[in-house]
């Protein structure tokens, strides 16, 4: 898919901080930063929750606005630090707590998402500009000479997620639903379990060495797969539990997963992971998983 503006062409691990920091109230912490993650390509950190962005010399390519105050805050740095407009605005997935805000940018960017994200934001009215473009695979945008592929690999945390991958810097960016090195989020509700392990494994197979979450410290391509064993062994033992007739308090209480006790929130999410998981299994026939989850044959007549 190519689409054309002027002057622009539309094609279908922590770095050094470089922003005066905005410090929380009360803390030495900042609440929030620009760190340059590789090349070109910088992450813009508001308290716990991460974008990422391109400078190129035509502009700046942006990866969730996360909401208003925050982006404010982002372009008036952008300004002070490179003294370039953003010109896209790429959404990761519908969520507000990532695409809120974009407004402060749409007097210069165009406003890029899934197709499926349009639908969730119109139908959710999140506070966020509406996609000019939409796509249903992949993208690509391209800027004063640079790149970066956007791409769908199916339904995880939400059934419009996408990654950005930045190739000449080989990084990735994925929101909510690869973590690095820590447990995913509570319930994982409205979550897409088994197509959630397939796109993990597409994108095992995507070219890249940076991985750049949505929350959290950047990490390597081999922590996806990491992940995907968290996942993998999440099911298999709470499977087996429920096949042992386990109650789910008896799964919450028994089921350990110590291999990733160093794990962010693994005290925390750990129960309500596996709470989520045996409710999936609970209401969904899985292939190929043996009963109680497979149908129940029809009696047999004499």
């Known amino acids: 898919m190519t689409l054309h503006k002027p002057m622009l062409m539309l094609s279908a691990l922590a770095g050094i901080a470089l922003a005066a920091p905005a410090l929380a109230q009360g803390s030495g912490q900042p609440q929030r930063e620009i760190t ?11 308290i716990g929750h991460n974008a990422i962005f391109m400078v190129t010399r035509d502009g700046i390519i942006l990866v969730d606005p996360i909401n208003a105050d925050a982006s404010k805050w982002l372009r008036d740095e952008l300004k002070r630090q ?6 896209y605005v790429a959404y990761s997935h519908d969520h507000s707590d990532h695409v809120s805000g974009g407004e402060v940018f749409a007097d210069t960017a165009v406003f890029v998402a899934h197709e499926k994200a349009k639908d969730a934001i119109i139908k959710d009215k999140r506070p966020t500009p509406l996609p000019n473009i939409t796509f249903s695979d992949s993208l690509t945008l391209e800027l004063g000479g640079k790149r970066v592929d956007l791409r769908y690999v199916g339904r995880n945390h939400s059934d419009n997620s996408i990654v950005a991958v930045f190739p000449d810097e080989r990084i990735l960016f994925a929101v909510d639903w690869i973590p690095v090195r820590g447990l995913p989020f509570r319930e994982l509700n409205n979550s897409w ?18 991985l750049s979450p949505g929350h959290g410290p950047l990490g390597k391509r081999d922590d996806v797969r990491a992940f995907r064993g968290y996942m993998e062994d999440l099911r298999t033992e709470v499977f087996a539990a429920i096949r042992a007739g386990k109650t789910k308090e008896q799964a919450k209480d028994e089921i350990k997963l110590e291999k990733y006790k160093g794990w962010g929130a693994y005290e925390t999410f750990r129960p309500l992971n ?10 969904h026939v899985v292939p190929n998983v043996p009963a109680p989850f497979a149908p ?7």
């Open 36 to 46: 340059k993650i590789a090349g070109d390509v910088y992450k813009f950190r508001n």
């Open 82 to 87: 490179f003294d370039k407009p953003v010109k």
């Open 193 to 210: 379990f088994e197509e959630w392990i397939d796109g993990l494994k597409r994108v095992e197979e995507m070219d890249f060495d940076i």
């Open 274 to 283: 596996i709470d989520g998981m045996y409710e999936h299994a609970r209401r």
């Open 296 to 302: 129940a044959a029809a009696p047999k007549g004499n």
